[in-house]
Structure formats: C-alpha cells, structure tokens
C-alpha cells in the first residue's frame, strides 16, 4: 500500500525558510509534486519533479523562491521554502503519480499525502 507521510510545517515569519518533507512508501512514483490549498481557496500547484532525472516545474508565484528536491535513497520528497510571504499560508500537500511526463496537473497525482500546514505571519 503506498503512503505518503508529509512533515516540517509550522509557523514562520514572513521572510524565514521551512523544508517540508514527504516520505514515500511501498511504491516508487515517476513524478512527484507539492500543492498547497489556502483557507476559501482551491488546491493549486505549488512544484513538481522527475524523480528519474530531477528535472523540475514551478508556479511562478513559488519560482525563485521555492525548491523541490528528493533523496532517492530515503524516497523522500522535499520542498526547501524560502523567503516566505503570508500569501504562501497553506495547507501543503505532498502528491504521486505514475504517469508522465512532469505535470502541474493535480488529476494526474493518483496518492496524497495528509498534509502539514505551514503559516506564515507578518
């Protein structure tokens, strides 16, 4: 059974850092990616990777800012979030999915995590 097990959220000034990570088991995925939903707002597209070449796709609101790696050894997900801004308050969710090529398309993502909120304050 594949699980998803995300942790590192909390509370952070706006302009700290946090690393979220995403501990994958019983399957390997081809891609994986972090989405986000805010309070009265739709899940969106946060960061996605290629796990066999780490190729990578951003929202341009993260860009710059965020990256999205993993540790294929420990089959772990991260998301290294830096220079936080309250809008990137969310509930942050780790997602897989078999299926290729590298997609910002949250239908393609079959499993998903429980989620870790992440807030940031001014």
């Known amino acids: 059974q594949v699980q998803l097990v995300e942790s590192g959220g909390g509370l952070m000034q706006a302009g700290g850092s946090l690393r979220l990570s995403c501990a994958a088991s019983?399957?390997?995925?081809?891609?994986m990616g972090w989405f986000r939903q805010a309070p009265g707002k739709d899940r969106e597209f946060v960061a996605a990777?290629?796990?066999?070449?780490?190729?990578?796709d951003y929202a341009d609101s993260v860009k710059g800012r965020f990256i999205i790696s993993r540790e294929i050894v420990k089959n772990t997900l991260y998301l290294q979030m830096n220079s936080l801004k309250t809008e990137d308050t969310a509930v942050y969710y780790c997602?897989?999915?078999?299926?290729?090529?590298?997609?910002?398309?949250?239908?393609?993502?079959?499993?998903w995590g429980q989620g870790t909120r992440v807030t940031v304050s001014s």
């Open positions: 997602a897989g999915s078999w299926r290729g090529p590298l997609t910002r398309s949250s239908a393609a993502f079959g499993s």
């Open positions: 019983g399957r390997t995925f081809s891609t």
């Open positions: 990777i290629w796990w066999s070449d780490s190729n990578t």
